[in-house]
């Protein structure tokens, strides 16, 4: 079935489902709820699809044509449901809504679709992370032959966040596009590059949109309409960072049918120049974020924050940490004082409890979809300002150092308080606690609110009471006890009379309708009370409406104060959340200064920090210690305290306190890391290209102010090769970089560099082992960086403690001894190499390829940057007298039976050696 019909089945079509057709064919690409009286029906393949989805019946319409469409529907008091789940499965909803009420309206009634619905422009999500909708656009103006970089911008249409990043290469386009999960992507004219579509996830709604959909022109001038501002520069830097917002903003407002979103806060650069850059991978390899898989990870170990604006804010503290000394001086000041005062700390906490998503209530109530629980829940929310406020004051700030932070957050909400004040008591005072989901359906407001109201209201309880009235006189003036006044929604009022009592109805008694047993009657005084009544429900409810919307217009109103309140409130829920930190026994804050030092004394893992940790103590200098090579077995703990370093560096520079003893360093401004490849496999490259690619990176962009961490660089491909990478790699980061970085190894040929860079540092973990030639298996991992480099890999123990069974063990000690107990003459890299087969076992040399001599690992000198790595050829590589021969040959010269002869020759030749 496709989206539209053909011209004949049109032409034969009821004017229902002409109506139906037409309005399909304006949103081919999206599953068309049509409402009709109380169901929002789908049809053709749309209602297959949705039957699927939500296992609901499929049936069909005009079934008795030989072509009957498809149908399926819900009810319409219960799509939200559906279409959540819809939404879900990545699916766009319109719906298609009746203009007109029914009742009222003679033939077809006028239909139209209200909104369109998406994974990225939805607003009523169940989990407070963003639902980001994206852009990538191609930046134009490149010189000829350069590859153009992309920008890329996002926004999350039910806060009306949004942000943007520029002048990047496709490999850190698709970086940004894993790190901000993307529920939908616009692509114009399907330009995306490859690296990019390799890491969209599968439920990501890619959308197509043609290159003329908005000109940069219109983009420029929809934005300057949406945020009321005569120029963009001040906060869009570039052309295609306006083109890209504008497509995103106008793209959101069209969905809603609306001019423009009000809700719509100024877009921020997502890197800048105050906050500290994550390398490719980084955030995936330290788990700052919570990942598919429920790793334990630094944004779940931390937060504590009571709001769902908080949490975001918190999330976005971790991608973004800070790299202003001052900046981080007040965040650390705001905590202690908050820390030190907890009676005001839990109350703020309790009070933080009670206020709701504004941000999300603010982008239902500017697309219409806000409903009295919304705007019960932001009076609530704002009636806690005022009492926030006391609290805040409460606290004594003139012990902090630099109380900025917290005079800052007083001041926002001392205002929000007073501007917000009389709207957030006009809502608590004025609407019901069991306020409804839906305004039309009235019962929302208290009386009180308006004059009109409690005369309906009134009117409504009387009309109980004179209903028992009118119960309690007909019983006696009939005598019939078991007469009953009741009500139903198809009926109306009536007054019931069981068949025992038929013979004593009055004459007056006019008959409605027969049950099983019972006789069903109404009275001319009950006809008219039931019209007084129903008609007022009618006004009460249209007089609610107007009511509600009323109110919907003050909040609009007060839009920006809202928004500003919304801010302070996220600030102060994830400071007064992060104080959780300071409560944990051994966390401290650190020192931050401008060095380019770092030191950390008893630190731990902030993901591991429980029972038997093993706390260390490293210290790295600008002098003659910023690389750390540290070499150690496997499962020694290598990794563990690399990323230790990391966590503690990013909890520090978010402000928090850190899992050590003491800790002091010189802000970071960026972390690069190279560690594991678990991402590898899935986006189908090969886990060494993914480890030079993610090097190359690094070794590109890391400077002075960099933490650099790389885990075993070179062990994706042959031991050779690998080494030599890791080798040129670490002289590189000593010679040139500068930064302070942490360099796990299993090379211990690697440790010799120490004596040539003055930088490089060795440390190992340490273990205690026994090497008992008869169980051969002794070994307890310390956990503990030592000084110094460490001679043994202790992959055997290792091996037997995974479980290999007991002969392969054997057999791999004594393989390990008789390649011990060779001799080289010329072992360049360890200096104590092999040099004969002992013939129990395969010799050294064999199994790893050894260069000649010294001379020839020109790469071991420091100095030259440029590394060449020379590989043994293998023989069958060489030169071949049968491949010469070929090469000769003159295949046009010769006859058939020579060239028959030659083949045979070359294949003779090729037998020899
Ligand atoms: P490596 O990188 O040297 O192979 P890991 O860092 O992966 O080793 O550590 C292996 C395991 O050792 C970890 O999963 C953890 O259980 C344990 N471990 C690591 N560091 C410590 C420590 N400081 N204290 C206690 N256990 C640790």
């Not at 114009?188 to 003329?212: F, M, Y």
């Not at 026994?585 to 004394?601: H, K, N, T, Y």
Request: proline share 6%.
């Amino acid at each position: 079935m496709t989206a539209t019909l053909d011209p004949q089945s049109l032409a034969d079509a009821t004017p229902l489902m002409k109506q139906y057709w037409e309005l399909k064919a304006s949103v081919p690409d999206a599953l068309l709820f049509f409402r009709m009286g109380d169901f929002y029906e789908l049809f053709g393949a749309d209602a297959v699809e949705a039957s699927r989805l939500l296992e609901i019946t499929l049936t069909s319409r005009d079934r008795t044509k030989a072509n009957p469409t498809p149908m399926a529907g819900v009810p319409h008091h219960s799509a939200h449901g559906y279409i959540q789940r819809l939404l879900k499965a990545g699916k766009k909803i319109a719906i298609g809504e009746q203009m007109e009420d029914p009742a009222a309206t003679k033939g077809l009634v006028k239909r139209e679709i209200i909104r369109v619905l998406s994974p990225g422009v939805q607003f009523d999500l169940e989990s407070h992370e963003a639902a980001w909708l994206g852009v990538a656009l191609r930046e134009v103006g490149q010189p000829q032959g350069t590859p153009s970089p992309w920008t890329l911008a996002c926004l999350d249409v039910s806060t009306g966040h949004s942000f943007f990043s520029t002048g990047m290469s496709a490999a850190a386009l698709a970086e940004d596009l894993v790190r901000h999960p993307i529920r939908q992507l616009l692509r114009i004219d399907g330009d995306l590059p490859e690296e990019a579509r390799a890491v969209l996830r599968s439920d990501t709604l890619v959308e197509d949109l043609s290159a003329n959909t908005l000109s940069f022109s219109g983009a420029e001038q929809f934005l300057r309409a949406q945020f009321r501002l005569a120029t963009l520069e001040a906060f869009l830097p570039s052309t295609t960072a306006i083109h890209a917002l504008g497509l995103l903003a106008h793209y959101a407002a069209r969905t809603q049918r609306l001019d423009r979103l009000e809700h719509l806060q100024l877009p921020r650069p997502l890197h800048h120049q105050q906050s500290l850059v994550y390398g490719p991978q980084t955030a995936e390899h330290l788990d700052l974020f919570p990942t598919p898989d429920h790793r334990p990870n630094l944004l779940h170990e931390i937060q504590a924050s009571k709001t769902s604006a908080g949490a975001r804010l918190l999330r976005r503290w971790i991608a973004e940490p800070l790299t202003s000394l001052t900046e981080i001086k007040n965040r650390q000041c705001a905590l202690e004082v908050l820390g030190e005062a907890s009676g005001p700390r839990q109350r703020m906490q309790r009070l933080l409890s009670e206020v709701y998503d504004l941000e999300r209530i603010l982008g239902r109530v500017h697309t219409g979809l806000a409903n009295p629980r919304d705007t019960r829940a932001l009076g609530l929310s704002l009636c806690q300002l005022p009492l926030l406020l006391e609290n805040l004051n409460a606290l004594d700030t003139t012990r902090a150092s630099s109380p900025s932070t917290l005079l800052r957050l007083q001041k926002s909400i001392e205002h929000a308080a007073q501007v917000l004040q009389a709207l957030g008591q006009r809502i608590v005072s004025s609407q019901r606690d069991d306020a409804p989901m839906l305004a039309r359906e009235g019962g929302i407001f208290k009386l009180g609110t308006h004059p009109d109201l409690d005369r309906l209201l009134g009117l409504a309880e009387n009309g109980s009471q004179w209903l028992i009235t009118l119960e309690t006189r007909e019983r006696e003036v009939t005598g019939i006890p078991s007469l009953k006044v009741k009500y139903n929604r198809v009926f109306g009022y009536f007054i019931e009379i069981t068949q025992a009592h038929l013979k004593n109805v009055p004459s007056h008694y006019q008959r409605k309708q027969t049950t099983v047993g019972a006789e069903r009657f109404f009275t001319e005084e009950l006809k008219t009370f039931e019209d007084e009544i129903v008609s007022a429900s009618a006004k009460q409810k249209a007089l609610e409406q107007t009511l509600f919307d009323e109110l919907l217009a003050s909040i609009r109103a007060q839009t920006q104060d809202i928004c500003q309140a919304a801010q302070a409130l996220a600030e102060l829920d994830v400071l007064v959340g992060l104080t959780h930190l300071l409560d944990r026994p051994g966390w401290v804050f650190p020192i931050l200064d401008d060095s380019l030092a770092l030191e950390i004394q008893k630190g731990r893992h902030p993901l591991v920090d429980r029972g038997e940790f093993v706390p260390n103590d490293l210290t790295l200098k600008p002098e003659d210690r910023r690389t750390l090579l540290i070499t150690g077995p496997n499962m020694g703990g290598k990794s563990t305290l690399m990323r230790q370093v990391a966590l503690i560096v990013i909890l520090g520079q978010i402000g928090a306190p850190v899992p050590a003893a003491s800790a002091q360093w010189g802000v970071v401004g960026s972390i690069y890391t190279r560690i594991g490849a678990h991402d590898a496999i899935a986006k189908g490259q090969s886990t060494f290209m993914v480890e030079m690619t993610e090097l190359a990176h690094l070794l590109h962009h890391a400077n002075d102010r960099s933490l650099v961490i790389l885990d075993e660089i070179g062990r994706g491909t042959s031991t050779y090769d690998g080494m030599s990478v890791a080798w040129a790699t670490l002289e590189w980061i000593c010679n040139r970089v500068g930064s302070r970085t942490l360099f796990a190894t299993h090379y211990h040929e690697l440790t010799r560099l120490a004596e040539k860079l003055p930088a490089l540092k060795n440390a190992h973990m340490a273990v205690d082992s026994r090497r008992d030639l008869e169980s051969h298996s002794e070994l307890r991992f310390l956990y503990l960086l030592q000084e110094g480099p460490t001679n043994e890999s202790f992959g055997i123990h290792v091996a037997k403690l995974a479980g290999l069974p007991q002969p392969v063990i054997s057999r791999a000690w004594e393989v390990l001894e008789s390649l011990e107990n060779e001799k080289p003459a010329a072992d360049s890299l360890r200096g104590t190499g092999p040099s004969a087969t002992s013939g129990t076992g395969p010799s050294k040399k064999a199994l790893v390829p050894q260069p000649a001599s010294d001379s020839q690992l020109s790469f071991f000198a420091p100095s030259p940057p440029r590394v060449e790595v020379r590989t043994e050829i293998r023989k069958e590589f060489l030169p071949h007298p049968a491949l010469d021969a070929l090469r000769a040959a003159r295949l046009e010269e010769m006859t058939p039976l020579q060239a028959l002869n030659l083949l045979a020759e070359l294949q003779r030749q090729s037998k020899s050696p």
